[in-house]
């Protein structure tokens, strides 16, 4: 080393104080290895350092709610016995790098996160966000992590039935990419840490793919710092994926835990086998004895360290009584995985690491687990946020109302997005009764007549003009887009994706968006099972919007009621059920026809969302409604556009109201929804709507080719469809 | 063997280390009234079954060409025999990629014209009856079943295309939803817009859209349903022979 170079501790991401902290639980200087060891665990990515004190804020009971926080994936009771175990993680930094391997490789993350619960994965859900089309670099990052999405969760047999697209200017610099599992495992055989009971002189068994220098500091130097220039040199951290390892990896582990065979489960994903090893380990209330020397290598040379936080992909650590350590080899063999026994559990709390014969680490399991450090970052609010004063609802607007809706339509955030679902395998496993391109993906429990609702969304927009509206609004959003399946929403999982928490303004938004989720989980009754933080989304002085996706699972009791998102039928009375005010802040309509993102947010009432939830699902169990859309991006015009191109059937609708045109028709007000209801069940939605005190107005009925909004202008639905077909393969530069 | 049993025809599938619709098939098989049984690739063993169904996916990651390695697998030699004894066999996508290269279809298949990974409903029209998965289809009919696939593209020399067509080789074409063959109705460039082939003998069919994900209606189009049917018919009758 020379002397001009940085101290190891800061080249590993370590502060001078983390350094101090790890000399003052070891008692003397640590050594190369083990600073690595605390490097990687210690990082924002694996310690959630920044954000901890603000998750405990978070509502993470409730009656349905299985498993909470603090494991690798959350879980909630289903009936029947099972459980459905979900997670929301984002591969956003290693995606703006490499686009095909940083998708692929975070839908590989996830999905060992789910199986290593005990639970077979069966549903998956991006949620993406980019800048704008019309930039080339950015046209080469959605092609990159949707083919990357494609290519990896099409060769494990799990579908990919949702998630969202948007696109925005400050994701130009940093893409997000989040990426939900789902899925479902008898409740009694969940493996969680006090499920199963490891002993003294078990073992670690490490399966699945070799351990190479792929992946070294992708949570320290990727996953928690920003982006500049230089960091296309970080690209060997990338880790490369190996969906057919992946799959090999699936079969096995859920075959292992069927045969009982295992005292313990854990994925290595972020920190390798230093975090799969210490969390194991801190978890029995043990310490390890770990030989490097017995880990499969991919190639020759590779120093402790390496070895030791490595983020190779495909791999899974078990820990087996030694007594069934034969019947494990024989299941991995079948499958044609390797096995190594790299450790065995011994009492105390120490992690001994050996390699060569050599001793190169001691320290506390708990240590690197539980012990890392916990800040309260500095925030503060701006000053003012910009754009919140210039509120472009009372704007005049002599534009002209069709060409309006065509611009909306049309837009990217708004325009289908069915070049991007087409990629993805949404069939196999044959549960998948309704896919991308519905309000929720529904899919069924094999065997029963119950099926999971499932929804992500994140409300950028909006939040950027306040957050805690904007965390406020993505909860009941994703909640309202169950319930219009007629489903209930259960519980959330959630990717917060953020800027720099060392700037007191990024901090500030998150502990807003924290206060928001926290209000609509309490007043939804979704607790929060768990979810990722995904900070240093910036590069330069451009951050990305406080964007908290969340991920909503919900339950059908019969799927046979299911409610379609679009009209099915000529001659159905079209209803709006909520109430449209004059609010065309943060909206799609002020963004792209009026060019810009400015005013307050929609206000948002959580009491009349709540009665509108339990509307739906009331409504649905009736079997009153044929159809029922979400009114969001673009409003209600949107909403019943979007009904009537899904189902081919256009309308006539007279929008009565006393706000302009243009309020009424784009106005993303909360609490909405666009029904079709048969005629003779429209006396009975209005009895129901009037007993839960929500409002329904009549607006016309479906049929026919055309799109009619009375006095003000018509259509077709052809042209319409067309338009919202196009636009993506267009701004691709795809012939259409 | 006693009376009883025979009136369930018994559809062997077998899962290859990376089959992905296995069970898929499986389901379908006993939707439709018959026995699935699981077959494995390493064994030399069909089980007795009455028919076999190679599913979809990618067996052994498809890393070299698509069905190049499971081609070789064990299992294929049984498959082999069981096919020159007339035995039914049906590959479906992936399973379609193994019977060409394993030399039991002519042909082979490629990246999708667009080169991407497609997974949508598609029309398929019926061009041959001649089958064990097409004696309740008449030539001309069309159903809709999905194609999910990355490498779906048929291609063949022009002598053999020449073969294939004289011969009436090909069970079905993509097309438009009146059944007319049209190059926008052909989801990936297949030559002669060809969804699925058979040998010259007609008990072995392959084809790259997904019957077994076209049988239950709660979950997608039924056009799959008369394949299957057809396909416990013919292994009936095989085990009645």
Request: proline letters at 6%; charged letters at 20%.
């Amino acid at each position: 080393m020379t002397e001009t170079e940085e101290p190891l501790h800061r080249r590993l991401g370590l502060a001078d104080d983390e350094f101090e902290r790890i000399r003052e639980t070891l008692g003397r200087d640590p050594r190369p290895a083990e600073l690595a060891m605390y490097g990687a665990m210690w990082s924002e990515h694996c310690s959630y350092k920044s954000s901890k004190i603000h998750l405990k804020t978070l509502p993470t009971e409730g009656t349905a709610v299985l498993v909470g926080p603090g494991q690798d994936a959350g879980a909630v009771d289903v009936g029947d016995g099972m459980a459905a175990v979900f997670k929301m993680e984002s591969h956003s930094h290693p995606s703006a790098i490499e686009p095909y391997q940083g998708a692929a490789t975070g839908v590989g993350g996830i999905v060992r996160d789910i199986v290593s619960m005990g639970a077979r994965p069966v549903a998956l859900l991006d949620p993406l966000m980019f800048g704008p089309l019309t930039e080339p670099r950015n046209r080469w990052l959605l092609e990159g992590v949707v083919a990357g999405i494609g290519g990896y969760g099409n060769c494990i047999g799990v579908p990919t039935v949702g998630g969202e697209i948007r696109f925005a200017e400050p994701h130009s610099a940093n893409p997000t990419v989040d990426v939900m599992c789902v899925g479902l495992a008898r409740a009694e055989e969940l493996v969680t840490a006090t499920s199963l009971t490891p002993h003294v002189g078990s073992l670690m068994v490490l399966y699945g793919a070799t351990t190479g220098r792929d992946g070294i500091g992708g949570v320290s130097v990727l996953a928690s710092a920003t982006l500049d220039e230089t960091s296309e040199e970080s690209r060997p951290s990338v880790q490369i994926g190996d969906p057919f390892a992946e799959k090999l990896l699936i079969e096995a582990s859920l075959e292992l835990i069927s045969l009982g065979l295992l005292e313990g489960l854990q994925d290595l994903g972020g920190a390798g086998i230093t975090c799969a090893v210490s969390e194991s380990a801190a978890r029995a209330g043990m310490g390890a004895a770990i030989d490097l020397d017995a880990v499969r290598l991919r190639e020759e040379g590779m120093e402790a360290f390496e070895i030791l936080t490595s983020e190779s992909q495909e791999r899974m650590l078990a820990i087996v009584h030694p007594s069934k350590l034969d019947e494990v080899g024989g299941v991995c063999e079948r499958w044609g995985l390797q096995i190594a026994v790299i450790a065995e559990l011994v009492e105390g709390g120490g992690l001994t690491v050996t390699h060569g014969s050599q001793i190169v680490a001691e320290v506390p399991a708990t240590s690197l687990v539980d012990e890392g450090p916990e800040y309260d970052r500095p925030r503060e609010a701006p000053v003012e946020v910009a754009g919140v004063a210039d509120d472009p609802t009372f704007l005049p607007f002599e534009g002209d109302l069709l060409d309006s809706l065509r611009a909306v339509l049309g837009a990217p955030n708004v325009a289908s997005k069915r070049w991007v679902w087409q990629q993805y395998d949404s069939l196999v496993q044959g549960q998948t009764i309704a896919g991308a391109g519905s309000d929720a993906a529904v899919v069924r429990l094999p065997g029963t007549m119950k099926a999971l609702a499932l929804s992500t969304d994140g409300k950028g927009r909006f939040g950027a003009l306040d957050p805690r509206l904007g965390a406020m609004h993505a909860v009941a959003e994703a909640a309202r887009n169950v319930a219009v399946t007629g489903a209930r929403p259960l519980a959330i999982t959630n990717c917060l994706n953020f800027g720099n928490p060392e700037r007191p303004v990024v901090m500030w938004q998150f502990a807003e968006s924290i206060r928001g989720m926290r209000d609509a989980c309490l007043a939804l009754d979704t607790p929060v099972t768990g979810g990722n933080v995904s900070f240093y989304n910036e590069s330069g002085d451009s951050a990305i919007w406080p964007t908290p996706v969340i991920g909503m699972v919900g339950i059908l009791d019969d799927h046979r009621l299911r409610v379609p998102t679009a009209f099915p039928a000529a001659g159905l009375s079209v209803f709006l059920l909520g109430e449209t005010f004059p609010e065309l802040g943060g909206s799609e309509f002020a963004e792209v026809v009026l060019g810009v993102v400015a005013g307050r947010p929609p206000s948002l009432d959580l009491d009349k969302e709540r009665a509108l939830h339990t509307m739906l699902i009331e409504a649905a169990a009736q079997d009153l409604l044929a159809s029922a859309h979400d009114c969001s991006d673009g409003g209600i015009a949107i909403a019943l556009v979007e009904a009537a191109i899904g189902g081919a059937h256009g309308f006539a609708v007279t929008i009565g109201s006393d706000l302009p045109a243009h309020v009424a028709l784009f106005s993303e007000s909360a609490s909405r929804v666009v029904v079709g209801v048969a005629p003779e069940r429209e006396r009975a939605l209005v009895e129901l709507a009037g007993a839960l005190g929500v409002p329904a107005a009549r607006l016309g009925e479906t049929g026919g080719p055309r799109v009619v909004f009375d006095g003000m202008f018509e259509t077709t639905v052809a042209e319409l469809r067309e338009i919202h077909d196009t636009a993506i393969p267009r701004l691709l530069g795809e012939a259409v | 063997m006693s009376e009883m049993t025979i009136s369930t025809p018994r559809v062997g599938v077998i899962t290859f280390p990376g089959s992905l619709d296995d069970g898929d098939a499986l389901r379908a098989i006993e939707i439709m009234g018959g026995e699935g049984v699981a077959l494995w690739h390493a064994d030399h063993d069909l089980r007795g079954v009455d028919a076999v169904v190679l599913p979809g996916g990618f067996s052994y990651g498809d890393y070299l060409r698509c069905g190049a390695i499971a081609g070789h697998a064990p299992i294929l030699d049984e498959v082999r025999a069981f096919a020159d004894r007339g035995g039914p066999v049906l590959g479906i996508c992936n399973g379609f990629q193994i019977l060409c290269e394993a030399g039991l279809l002519p042909g082979a298949l490629i990246r999708n014209a667009s080169l991407r990974f497609i997974c949508r409903d598609v029309f398929l029209r019926v061009e041959s009856s001649q089958t064990p998965v097409t004696g309740e289809l008449v030539p001309g009919e069309v159903i809709e079943i999905p194609i999910k696939h990355g490498e779906g593209q048929y291609v063949a020399t022009s002598e053999q295309l020449r073969a294939i067509e004289d011969e009436g080789l090909v069970v079905f074409r993509y097309a438009d939803r009146t059944g007319e063959v049209g190059e926008g109705s052909n989801p990936n460039g297949s030559l002669d817009a060809i969804a699925g082939v058979r040998n010259e003998a007609g008990n072995v069919v392959g084809l790259m859209p997904h019957p077994e994900h076209a049988v239950d209606p709660d979950v997608g189009p039924t056009g799959g349903q008369p394949l299957f049917a057809a396909l416990l018919a013919s292994a009936l009758a095989g085990a009645r022979a």
